[in-house]
């Protein structure tokens, strides 16, 4: 299967700044990524489908201008969350998909922080 | 819009007793079910699909139209398998957009 790694693992910040979180495809070309959040003790949700070269697909309810998506390369998709306050705090997992008709890779994710 | 539930959050079974995790989804179309599973410190991972019908480290997991399920089954279960387990659905396009069950904890004792 495809390997997906996270750049940071972690991270903490103060709130009102923002946070650059990196998701690769190691082994594959990755033309869709997907994003999600997982509140503790809580399942996986969808935020956002990345499509390189193009806009992100966003779903209901999440802000694209707070939760900033970038898929400039076939193995690169950047999560940015902009203005990070306490409510943002939370595991957020990327994943990609294989060829088509594949399942989803998932990337290992990163705990963010925001005091 | 479509739905997974997971009615358990936690399962306990001793080791070499059954397992059966539950999962329920609506969706008016003709989705297509996975099981994942998260070991502790590890990824989420794929378990299996309903389209592979195949046995994954002996578990089993059956697509039952009529009552919108796909219950996971294990006859024997190991120390092992103790994880969290995620029932999800995808829309006819296979594999995007994976909507996600709330989890099941299975500890597996001694």
């Known amino acids: 299967g495809a390997v997906v790694s996270q750049h940071p693992s972690w991270v903490i910040c103060k709130s009102g700044t923002s946070v650059k979180i990196e998701c690769r495809s190691l082994d594959f070309q990755a033309t869709t990524m997907f994003w999600y959040r997982q509140f503790p003790k809580q399942s996986l949700m969808l935020m956002a489908t990345s499509n390189e070269g193009s806009k992100a697909t966003y779903e209901q309810g999440v802000e694209k201008d707070k939760f900033l998506i970038n898929h400039a390369s076939l193995t690169l998709s950047t999560l940015t969350v902009t203005s990070a306050h306490p409510e943002d705090s939370s595991f957020y997992i990327c994943?990609?998909?294989?060829?088509?008709?594949?399942?989803?890779?998932f990337g290992p994710g990163t705990r963010l922080t925001v005091l | 819009a479509q739905r997974v539930t997971q009615p358990e959050k936690l399962l306990s079974v001793f080791k070499g007793a059954p397992v059966e995790l539950k999962c329920n989804y609506s969706?008016?179309?003709?989705?297509?079910l996975f099981w994942y599973v998260q070991y502790s410190r590890q990824r989420l991972q794929l378990l299996l699909r309903h389209i592979s019908r195949e046995s994954i480290k002996g578990f089993t997991a059956d697509l039952n139209k009529g009552e919108t399920s796909f219950h996971l089954k294990k006859p024997f279960a190991q120390e092992e398998d103790s994880a969290m387990y995620y029932c999800?659905?995808?829309?006819?396009?296979?594999?995007?957009?994976?909507?996600f069950g709330e989890g099941t904890q299975l500890t597996v004792n001694p």
């Open positions: 994943s990609t998909e294989g060829v088509p008709g594949d399942t989803q890779y």
């Open positions: 969706y008016s179309g003709s989705p297509e």
């Open positions: 999800a659905l995808s829309k006819e396009t296979s594999g995007s957009r994976l909507t």
